[in-house]
């Protein structure tokens, strides 16, 4: 809470206002003079937020205060000395509304009350200015809010004196999070049982770190610089030989050289001759060019950003490279501002052109004559003529000053003619490339893009380059400016975390050989590891994250799949104490070379615990205790597991494939309100699953919660669940640490830990088992599962709790025998259409490993704007349990077509092939056409598409273009 902020203006308010209180007669005096300042100056609201005098059935409310569009609080205003209190108490009072010392204020109290009802809002002030009463009009126990106590600051003193209490009830910061609830809430003694401190096993001040033996930290810059530096900005090689390729990958990298290929074969070196002519033959050639937009698409850290950087430094031939002037502005350090994106674009556009083009980083004055001769020629030949007859000299001083004038009032025309001249002048190409904007919301994004395409219109030929989130890239398609505008998109999957380390190991062993000197490598780098201490940790590392695919699929989710985050959650387990490297390094050398398999338990406290003794969510970025509750929003340890269960199950209802899978709070409220939840906890559950990443808003950076926000489970999400349903060191762990109210347990659970010794695996159970069963009675306790179908899944997350950890519960109402408990998420599943609706919106897969139908929202096909395949195609997807534990795809990173029957390549020539139009046609042997996509010739290998060129193709017939080719490559040698 933002208290300390507001105290100042608080005070300067009331000494401004002090010495004309007695002067202060009418309501409107009240209301100008002091509340509308309160309000404003001291409790942070803003004209805007509230509604004067809005006319309802029962007269016209004085305030009412709404929190982003929605009714909040009703104020009632009274003129100073109407409103008065029966008690002469000058401090802050709790008084009963009902009770004599309010008896005076009835008629305030039973007005406010009924606007309350009239706008549906429950909680209400009444207020004079100096004597401000907080007070809940609505109740849900069906008593009269007289029945009730009300919180009286009789005068200005009490204000001051208890301002945190003040700006908690009444401030916008505190109505966003409605903590006037909890006020109420101790005010109304509200189970004192519920309010009673937490205590956990684990106690705070026993958190220590534990020591790093001296490999560990011999091996701190080894990991540093093979998993700590993804881009390798300033490490070429490691940069060319750790970039996952992927065949979308190859196939951009293959298209985008032909597209800079094709436009700048437009700028041709032409004789510096300045005459009209000339002009007309530029302007000729490039009119026959079309500038591009390319958006790089792929999940936030699927190395679109070093994709582009290996492609301009590694894969673009080295003529083409010199054709181009690569401007590439980094989105993530501008403000996330959509109104000042324009402006601050222009100008790190500006500063980066004459960083390239000018010695010194700025232009000449002959320079800027150049971009603006047009200029010079007017004004030469108009206004100033009279000054460049008379005084060439001072006719040049007059029109610098012009030019300085120009350049710094409108800087976007100085971009556009600089640009300009890049291409008629210098016979460059210009490409924007717009980093990190996955870092910015959307409609910065969308602002920048708008931005991109003005410069494009001025300009005459260039490339933009936009690297965006699949999600992003579908909004903008569908309701943001790419609806209107023509461009390339590629998608980057974002590789699994399997092949990412598997690429560094391989990398690290290869440059620890003793051959062509690459030996030296790591003495370059300050490392004085012996090669063989290097290559047994690559092979312990190697047994470890490759060969144990639970490892790294663990880390791969809980990272949301994000590269930096994924190596950097790799480093921090590796060197982790727990998992003793150099145990495991010494019996590699010691058995000549055959590793001991790393024990799950090691594994999971490294990645838990980290460098410390016990786990400290305060400590770690990645793992969370999806069991804690709020001291101040007391309810079910279970409610975060529960919010993540509605979430899966959301994200697999065909209903919502019109809403990506994404939930309204408001639906959230209203689903868990029907369980007895506590709004205010639900609030709280939902805003921490958000801090810590378990779940995800619509609107990327939009943390705040409002009825309108949709919200979606992430990766890190499900891994919770899945580890809170599967794992018993992670619920262990969390029973040591988790913050409970029992102190039988607190002592049972204590006594298991401190008995001396390593603990058996029946201890570790038996821990699991007294933890779940307390959550699962406090569960009993705060929360009431209706038996509608709709909640079957709450029913069974209990269900498989008590099955697998706790005691063996009741047979419960809606809950079945669940595959949650072994179904699993894995990564990069093959699977195979056995049929899609698209009507319908869903349809089922084939996994080949397991035979096992996989369900699929058409939805995911339409995010990454693939069309919705048909029977036969292979889907490269991930999958995760979703309703009733039964296997879904949750992300599609790429669709391979079915072939026909037999899946046989014929003979056949290209007809055409439209570049600009993304079509074409190839004929067969029988002399039918076969219709040739965009996507499906940049896939391919073919480089020859001119008429006649031989190729072999799959084709499909009985489609809606008749034959359809899907798949095309070149003539192979018999």
């Known amino acids: 809470m933002d208290v300390d902020a507001f105290e100042a203006p608080l005070e300067e308010l009331l000494k401004d ?45 004085d305030y009412l205060v709404q929190y982003r569009g929605t009714p909040a609080l009703v104020v009632e205003a009274k003129r100073i000395g109407k409103l008065s209190i029966d008690t002469a108490d000058p401090k802050l009072g709790k008084y009963k509304i009902g009770g004599p010392a309010l008896k005076s204020a009835a008629e305030g109290f039973t007005q406010a009350a009924s606007y309350c009802l009239e706008h549906g809002v429950e909680f209400a002030a009444l207020t004079s200015g100096t004597v401000w009463i907080a007070f809940m009009a609505l109740r849900a126990s069906g008593k009269s809010f007289r029945e009730y106590k009300a919180f009286v600051f009789p005068n200005i003193s009490s204000i001051q004196s208890n301002f945190a209490t003040f700006y908690d009830l009444f401030s916008k910061e505190g109505m966003s999070q409605k903590i006037y609830r909890t006020h109420f809430a101790k005010l109304d003694g509200v189970s004192a049982k519920r309010f009673e401190p937490m205590l956990s096993v684990n106690k705070p001040n026993n958190l220590r770190l534990l020591a790093k033996t001296d490999l560990a930290r011999e091996l701190e810059p080894v990991l540093s610089s093979f998993f ?26 293959v298209t985008l050289q032909k597209m800079i290929g094709t436009i700048s074969s437009g700028i041709t070196a032409l004789p510096t001759d300045t005459g009209r002519q000339i002009v007309e033959r530029i302007n000729a050639v490039m009119d026959t060019r079309r500038s591009e937009n390319i958006l790089i698409a792929g999940g936030e850290g699927a190395g679109k950003t070093t994709f582009i950087t290996r492609f301009f430094e590694d894969v673009l031939e080295k003529p083409l490279k010199e054709a181009c002037l690569v401007i ?30 000018y010695a010194g980083g700025y232009p000449q004055y002959d320079d800027l004559l150049g971009l603006y001769f047009d200029e010079y020629q007017r004004q030469s030949d108009g206004e100033f003529r009279p000054l460049y007859e008379r005084d060439k000299g001072a006719f040049k001083e007059k029109f610098g000053e012009f030019l300085h004038a120009a350049v710094r009032s409108d800087p976007f025309s100085y971009v556009a003619r600089s640009l300009e001249s890049v291409v008629k002048s210098r016979k460059l190409l210009p490409v924007f490339v717009f980093d990190n904007a996955d870092s910015r919301s959307v409609a910065f994004q969308e602002a920048v893009f708008e931005w991109s395409q003005t410069v494009k219109r001025q300009v005459p030929l260039c490339l933009v380059m936009l690297p965006v989130s699949d999600r992003t890239i579908w909004r903008m398609s569908r309701e943001g400016p790419l609806r209107t ?93 727990y998992l003793s490297i150099d145990e495991l390094v010494a019996s590699y050398l010691k058995h000549g070379g055959n590793s001991v398999p790393i024990k799950h338990r090691k594994f999971v406290q490294a ?103 949709r919200f979606a489970v992430t990766s890190p999400g499900r891994m919770h669940y899945e580890m809170a349903l599967r794992d018993a060191v992670y619920v262990s762990e969390m029973a040591f640490a988790t913050p409970i109210r029992s102190e039988a347990a607190i002592d049972q659970m204590r006594a298991i830990k401190n008995g001396g010794g390593a603990m058996r695996t029946d201890q570790w159970r038996e821990i699991c088992k007294i933890f779940i069963n307390y959550c699962i009675a406090e569960d009993r306790a705060f929360l009431v599962l209706p038996g509608d179908p709709m909640f079957g899944g709450q029913h069974q997350l209990r269900a498989d709790l008590a099955a697998l950890w706790g005691e063996q519960a009741m047979p419960v109402k809606g809950a079945t025998n669940s595959t949650a408990l072994d179904a699993v998420s894995r990564d990069q599943v093959r699977a195979t259409v056995k049929w899609i609706d698209a009507a319908k919106g869903y349809g089922f897969l084939t996994d080949p490993e397991s035979g096992e139908d996989v369900f699929v929202s058409t939805r995911l096909f339409r995010e990454r704007m693939f069309d919705v395949p048909i029977q036969g195609s292979v ?33 056949a020539r290209i007809k055409f092939y439209n570049w600009e139009s993304g079509f074409g046609f190839a004929t067969l042997a029988s002399g039918d056409d076969a219709y040739l996509s965009r996507r499906l010739v940049e896939a391919s290998d073919v480089q020859n598409l001119s008429e006649g060129a031989p190729v072999e193709v799959i084709i499909q017939p009985n489609s809606n273009r008749g034959m359809l080719a899907t798949a095309l490559r070149p003539v192979r040698s018999v």
């Not at 065949?247 to 951009?252: G, I, K, Y």
């Not at 998608?491 to 690290?508: C, N």
């Not at 991930?878 to 077509?897: F, H, L, T, W």
């Open 875 to 907: 889907v490269v997807c991930d999958v995760a349990p979703g309703k009733e534990g039964r296997p879904q795809a949750v992300s599609i990173s790429s669709v391979e077509p079915a072939p026909e029957e037999g899946g046989k390549y014929v003979s």
């Open 607 to 709: 990645l838990i615990g980290g460098n410390y003794n016990q786990f400290d969510g305060t400590k770690h970025g990645y793992i969370r205790d999806v069991f804690e509750t709020s001291a101040d929003f007391p309810s079910s340890p279970l409610l975060t597991l529960s919010l993540l269960r509605l979430l899966i199950d959301k994200a697999g209802d065909q209903a919502s494939n019109s809403s990506l899978g994404y939930v309204t709070y408001e639906h959230i409220q209203s689903y868990f309100g029907a369980m007895s939840a506590d709004d205010d906890a639900v609030r709280d559950a939902l805003a921490r699953a958000l801090a810590n990443g378990l779940v995800e808003p619509f609107e990327k950076g939009d943390l705040e919660i409002a009825n309108e926000q």
């Open 328 to 357: 590439r502005i980094d989105l993530a350090l501008m403000l996330d501002d959509p109104a000042l994106a324009p402006p601050n674009v222009t100008a790190a556009v500006k500063a980066e052109i004459e960083r390239q083009l």
């Open 228 to 253: 700590g530096d993804l881009s390798g900005v300033n490490d070429p090689e490691l940069r060319r030989q750790c970039f996952v390729e992927s065949r979308e990958s190859r196939t951009a990298d």
């Open 17 to 61: 206002v002090g010495g004309r209180l007695e002067a202060i007669e009418t309501e409107a005096d009240a209301r100008f003079q002091l509340i509308d300042r309160l309000l404003i100056e001291a409790l942070g609201w803003g004209h805007e937020d509230f509604r004067m005098e809005p006319h309802n059935p029962s007269g016209y409310t």
């Open 485 to 577: 505008s023509d461009g390339r998109i590629f998608y980057l999957p974002t590789p699994s975390t399997k092949e990412v380390l598997e690429k560094r190991i391989r990398y690290l062993i290869d440059n620890s050989a003793p051959q062509k000197g690459r030996a030296k490598y790591f003495l370059e780098k300050g490392i004085g590891l012996k090669l063989t201490d290097i290559n047994a940790f690559a092979a312990c590392v190697e047994e470890i994250f490759i060969n144990e695919d639970f490892i790294s699929r663990r880390i791969g989710w809980l990272t949301n799949h994000n590269l930096l985050r994924t190596l950097e959650l790799t480093r921090d387990t590796i060197t982790s104490p």
